[in-house]
């Protein structure tokens, strides 16, 4: 049985140096998976540095999954081109979160913790899990992998309380 731990709000902010895939530029969507929950932004046409300040919305649940992405080039006549995938482990996100509830932090802003890259994340640089106004909020840079370059900005805001006992 899954436990409801919130609603995750994912804001797709932005691309950069994404790959061509037509013949001089892509026009590039991304389609965002948690569990059997999906999510697609719309297509940027004729851009590799594309901006879609665009928020998507995920029910989190336990057993926690891993926030997986893909990036694709619209095509109209054939499939659409692979532009890259990466994924973010969301157990750093929830653990802050129940740390906010430990710590009764609701107002301002408090740094609760920081995410390194390693082996096991698509991070490009650190990143930091912050309490604002009672929002868990992580800003993350991804790189895109199977492709030569690639990433991309999101912003992660886990909004309601975690705690489940009082």
Same mark, same amino acid.
């Given at each position: 049985?899954?436990?409801?731990?919130?609603?995750?709000? !994912?804001?797709? #902010?932005?691309? *950069? *140096?994404?790959?061509? *895939?037509?013949? +001089?530029?892509?026009?590039?969507? #991304?389609?965002? %998976?948690?569990?059997?929950?999906?999510?697609?932004? %719309? !297509?940027?046409?004729?851009?590799?540095?594309?901006?879609?300040?665009?928020?998507?919305?995920?029910?989190?649940?336990?057993?926690?999954?891993?926030?997986?992405?893909? !990036?694709?080039? +619209?095509?109209?006549?054939?499939?659409?081109?692979?532009?890259?995938?990466?994924?973010?482990?969301?157990?750093?996100?929830?653990?802050?979160?129940?740390? *906010?509830?430990?710590?009764?932090?609701?107002?301002?802003?408090?740094?609760?913790?920081?995410?390194?890259?390693?082996?096991?994340?698509?991070?490009?640089?650190?990143?930091?899990?912050?309490?604002?106004?009672?929002? !868990?909020?992580?800003?993350?840079?991804?790189?895109?992998?199977? #492709?030569?370059?690639?990433?991309?900005?999101?912003?992660? %805001?886990?909004?309601?309380?975690?705690?489940?006992?009082?």
């Amino acid at each position: 049985m899954s436990e409801q731990l919130g609603v995750l709000k !994912v804001i797709v #902010v932005q691309g *950069r *140096r994404l790959v061509i *895939r037509d013949f +001089k530029t892509s026009d590039p969507y #991304v389609v965002l %998976k948690l569990g059997n929950q999906t999510a697609k932004t %719309k !297509v940027i046409n004729s851009c590799l540095n594309p901006v879609w300040n665009e928020e998507l919305n995920f029910i989190l649940t336990e057993p926690l999954g891993v926030l997986n992405l893909e !990036v694709f080039d +619209k095509d109209l006549l054939k499939a659409d081109d692979k532009m890259g995938n990466a994924f973010i482990n969301l157990q750093p996100l929830v653990s802050a979160a129940r740390l *906010r509830d430990i710590l009764k932090v609701s107002s301002g802003e408090t740094t609760l913790r920081k995410v390194i890259p390693d082996t096991d994340n698509c991070l490009v640089r650190e990143s930091s899990i912050n309490c604002v106004n009672g929002a !868990v909020v992580q800003n993350v840079w991804l790189r895109l992998r199977e #492709v030569e370059s690639g990433e991309l900005e999101l912003t992660l %805001k886990l909004t309601k309380p975690v705690a489940t006992s009082k």
